[in-house]
């Protein structure tokens, strides 16, 4: 059965930019997240903005934010967590009423963990952003809205497909395999099966892929194909945005929101990206790794 993430609710939610690439079991937070927001980065590989309503030990390891994440915190509605701002990052977050949040300026928002190698080792403390967020913007957004609509998976259309390949940057491809057991798709990069910090398989109950121009968020206007993965099978879907201050909407042909379960990976890449996902090249002897 799939494991219930906290998609909706009245807190704030608060995000943290998290670095995708570091080592093994090196990633905290994202069991459990809301939402995972995956983008191709300027330099190489991809970044994520993980979004949780709840109060997780730890969220990272952290990397700098730009305006593109401040974009898709705003989208969220989240306070937002990094280690530096660049860009115009902390100019959005106030005009959207949130806060942002970098390592140092006497708080005690970012810690690092002496056990692991920087740049890997910065960490968000979610209890101590939040206290932090809330005296830096007292007056909160009225509108604590999630996105997502929460609900089983369609009773009819879709294919069924027990792993796919998805090109989510230039040098990136991330592989999703269904998990009919425990009822979650699992996550593997560069061949491997990613873990979490404590060795957890990092799965999501959702895997949504959005095309859109060059996997930019703020180029996220109008409407644009998605693909949606739910409980063993692939769906057609297309992904609508009306406006700047709008959230992303993933609907269904009829115009309805799809329904989601559990964590929500989204990924934004690059057309084709979602209509060419498909299952992955076998290695030798017909046995994927």
């Known amino acids: 059965m799939t494991p219930r993430a906290p998609i909706g609710g009245t807190r704030t939610p608060l995000a943290a930019t998290v670095a995708l690439d570091g080592p093994p079991e090196s990633l905290a937070g994202i069991d459990g997240a809301a939402t995972v927001i995956e983008r191709p980065l300027r330099t190489a590989g991809t970044g994520a903005v993980v979004v949780t309503r709840g109060v997780p030990p730890a969220m990272g390891p952290l990397r700098s934010a730009s305006a593109a994440d401040a974009a898709l915190a705003a989208m969220w509605r989240a306070d937002l967590v990094m280690t530096v701002a660049r860009g115009g990052v902390v100019a959005n977050q106030r005009a959207a009423g949130l806060a942002a949040l970098e390592e140092g300026a006497g708080t005690q928002v970012v810690r690092r963990d002496p056990t692991?190698?920087?740049?890997?080792?910065?960490?968000?403390?979610?209890?101590?952003?939040?206290?932090?967020?809330?005296?830096?913007?007292?007056?909160?957004?009225?509108?604590?809205?999630?996105?997502?609509?929460?609900?089983?998976?369609?009773?009819?259309?879709?294919?069924?497909?027990?792993?796919?390949?998805?090109?989510?940057?230039?040098?990136?491809?991330?592989?999703?395999?269904?998990?009919?057991?425990?009822?979650?798709?699992?996550?593997?990069?560069?061949?491997?099966?990613?873990?979490?910090?404590?060795?957890?398989?990092?799965?999501?109950?959702?895997?949504?892929?959005?095309?859109?121009?060059?996997?930019?968020?703020?180029?996220?206007?109008?409407?644009?194909?998605?693909?949606?993965?739910?409980?063993?099978?692939?769906?057609?879907?297309?992904?609508?945005?009306?406006?700047?201050?709008?959230?992303?909407?993933?609907?269904?042909?009829?115009?309805?929101?799809?329904?989601?379960?559990?964590?929500?990976?989204?990924?934004?890449?690059?057309?084709?990206?979602?209509?060419?996902?498909?299952?992955?090249?076998?290695?030798p002897y017909g046995a994927p790794r």
Do not use: M
Not at 191 to 211: C, H, M, S, W
């Open 116 to 283: 692991r190698r920087a740049p890997y080792n910065a960490y968000a403390v979610a209890s101590a952003a939040r206290s932090a967020a809330a005296r830096a913007v007292p007056t909160r957004p009225a509108d604590r809205s999630t996105p997502w609509t929460a609900g089983p998976p369609p009773s009819a259309g879709g294919r069924a497909i027990r792993q796919v390949s998805v090109d989510v940057a230039a040098s990136t491809t991330v592989t999703w395999t269904w998990d009919a057991r425990q009822g979650t798709w699992h996550r593997s990069a560069r061949g491997d099966r990613q873990l979490a910090a404590g060795g957890t398989p990092l799965v999501a109950g959702t895997v949504v892929v959005a095309e859109t121009a060059a996997g930019r968020p703020r180029k996220l206007r109008g409407a644009g194909v998605a693909v949606v993965l739910r409980a063993g099978r692939r769906y057609a879907a297309r992904w609508q945005r009306a406006g700047p201050s709008d959230a992303l909407r993933i609907e269904r042909r009829d115009g309805t929101s799809f329904p989601v379960e559990g964590t929500v990976w989204l990924h934004l890449c690059a057309a084709p990206c979602a209509r060419q996902i498909a299952p992955p090249p076998q290695r």
